[in-house]
Structure formats: structure tokens, C-alpha cells
């Protein structure tokens, strides 16, 4: 191998490293945060054989070797009979990775394509059967938390779609208790970018198992909606990380909703009250040079 080949490779290298510091950062501090994981759990971490997974798995895996505190691992597949799933590739990496592991097998794949009309956004019932399979699992094996790969891009997505499309302001929670009240789901990649778990998944070398049946409908809302946040972050850098930053600094007093503020109560009482009427006066609402020249859309 020649000098400039050693090079290079010498430099991938330091960035796949330096990259990997910031994502087991950037989960450890998520991890923190919410409460995630305590001494003694059972973590059943969702592998469906997608970067986003494979990153998860990977990152929880070399968290543990410096953890202050001890807890299991268990990776867990869904095998949901699509056509041409290489059913060999999870079981052999997990057997070579030394982690527990349980394939799953269950025929999603038919019920979806026989209830959802062709051209039709299957995600919905997809995910619902989904769950429903994994909180049984999770019961089977003890589980004290189900961990899914969801990051801080499909947060913020999720968001923009509930803003869009359903009239709401929710996000998608970094800890929840599930469906059925019995789980604690935890999405530890809650400040992690996509792009870095994409770096990260081709440093590596993970053997992704393309899905075919959701995530590539590109007449999906959330293409749409992924498109125009990386479509923001090319014109204007760091307006993402600002609207994710405003999801964890939410003021309940200057939204509409009176159930979760007691609007209706509200006197005056002639104490000054610093979350009062200035809510827009603030230096940091003023328009960049960048957004006042934005034309409208």
C-alpha cells in the first residue's frame, strides 16, 4: 500500500472515530436526560435491519462497556415475511456480534397488502401491527424497556407532520409509556442527525436489509416533509437545529390550548410577570439577513 493510500485510510479512520465519540455523546446525554435506562434493565433493542437500528444497537452496545451502571441487552427482529427478505443476514450478524438475540416471525406483510388499497400509504397499519408484536415479545422476554432507532430528523419530521396534516403539536416523545400501559419505549438516538448514523453505518460496514414496503413510497407525507428540512437546512444552516432546540423549550402560557394552560383564569394582578407580554420582543426573534431577504413561498 503506498503513502498517500495509508494516508487516506489513517484519516477515514480518525473521522469514523471522531464521529462515533459524538453519537455515543450524543445517546448518553439523551440517556440522561430522560431517565432511559437504570442499573438492572432488560433493554430489548428494536434491529430491523436499517441503518438507523444497526447504529442503535452498535451505539448501546459500546455505552455499556463504560457505563456506570450494569444492564442487559437483547436485540429482537421482526421478521415480517416481505418478499426477498434475506432472512440469514440479522441472525448471522447478531451471532458474530455475541449479542442475544430473537428473530421474530410474523406475516404482517400479507395483512398489510390485503386491507391497504395499491398506492395507498401502508405505514399506519404497518406500524400497529408492528407494535402489537414487539409489546408481546417484550412481555415474553422480560423487557424492562423497548428501545426504538427513531432520531432527532424523525422527531422533527413527526412534528411537522402533525402541524401539517393533523392540526397538532406533538412530536415524538424520546420516553413514553406504550399503547397498552404494560412498556417503557425509549428512543435514545433522540439528538443524533440522520446523516451522522448514515456516516456512521458506511464506517462500519452494517448489512442493510433494504425494506421495500413502507420507507420507499415516495408519495409518502414524510418524504415531503424531509425534503423541505433539508431543503431549510441548505439554504439556511442551523434553522434545524433551532426549531428541534424550540421542542424542549415550550411555553404553555403563549399557545391556545386551555386545557393545558388555565387561560380562562388569567387576571391582572399588578405583580410584573416576566413571561408576560413580550414574548416577540426578545433579540433572538429578530429576522437574519438571510430570512428577511427569503422570498415568500
Known amino acids: 500500500m503506498n503513502a498517500p493510500d495509508t494516508k487516506r485510510l489513517r484519516k477515514q479512520a480518525f473521522e469514523a472515530n471522531k464521529l462515533l465519540k459524538r ?3 450524543q445517546v448518553g446525554q439523551a440517556i440522561a436526560d430522560y431517565d432511559m435506562i437504570r442499573a ?3 433493554v430489548m433493542v428494536c434491529v430491523s435491519g436499517g441503518k438507523d437500528s444497526y447504529g442503535l444497537l452498535d451505539i448501546l452496545l459500546k455505552l455499556r462497556e463504560h457505563a456506570p451502571l450494569d444492564f442487559e441487552i437483547v436485540a429482537v427482529n421482526l421478521d415480517q415475511r416481505h418478499p426477498g427478505f434475506p432472512e440469514h443476514v440479522l441472525p448471522e450478524y447478531l451471532t458474530a456480534l455475541g449479542v442475544p438475540f430473537r428473530v421474530v416471525v410474523q406475516d404482517t406483510y400479507s395483512v398489510v397488502k390485503r386491507v391497504i388499497p395499491e398506492g395507498r400509504t401502508m405505514c399506519s397499519l404497518c406500524s400497529r401491527l408492528r407494535r402489537g ?3 408481546r415479545v417484550a412481555k415474553e422476554i ?5 428501545a426504538l432507532g427513531h432520531h432527532r430528523d424523525d422527531i422533527l419530521e413527526t412534528f411537522f407532520l402533525n402541524l401539517f396534516f393533523g392540526g397538532k403539536l406533538k412530536a415524538m416523545p424520546p420516553k413514553l409509556s406504550s399503547d397498552d400501559g404494560h412498556h417503557v419505549v425509549i428512543r435514545p438516538l433522540a439528538y443524533v442527525r440522520e446523516r451522522d448514523l448514515e456516516a456512521h453505518a458506511a464506517a462500519r460496514g452494517f448489512p442493510i436489509v433494504p425494506c421495500n414496503l413502507c420507507g420507499s413510497q415516495e408519495n409518502l407525507q414524510r418524504q415531503q416533509v424531509k425534503a423541505m428540512l433539508r431543503e431549510w437546512e ?5 434553522r434545524v437545529e433551532t426549531i428541534f432546540n424550540a421542542l424542549g423549550h415550550v411555553t404553555p402560557s403563549h399557545l391556545l390550548d386551555a386545557a393545558l394552560f388555565d387561560l380562562r383564569s388569567i387576571e391582572a394582578t399588578g405583580v410584573a410577570n416576566a413571561d408576560g407580554d413580550i414574548a416577540f420582543d426578545e433579540p433572538a426573534f429578530a429576522e437574519s439577513a438571510a430570512d428577511a431577504t427569503d422570498p415568500p413561498s
Open 23 to 25: 453519537l455515543r455523546r
Open 40 to 42: 438492572g434493565d432488560r
Open 133 to 135: 408484536v414487539l409489546y
Open 142 to 146: 422480560g423487557a424492562t424497556r423497548i
Open 234 to 238: 441548505k439554504r439556511f444552516p442551523g
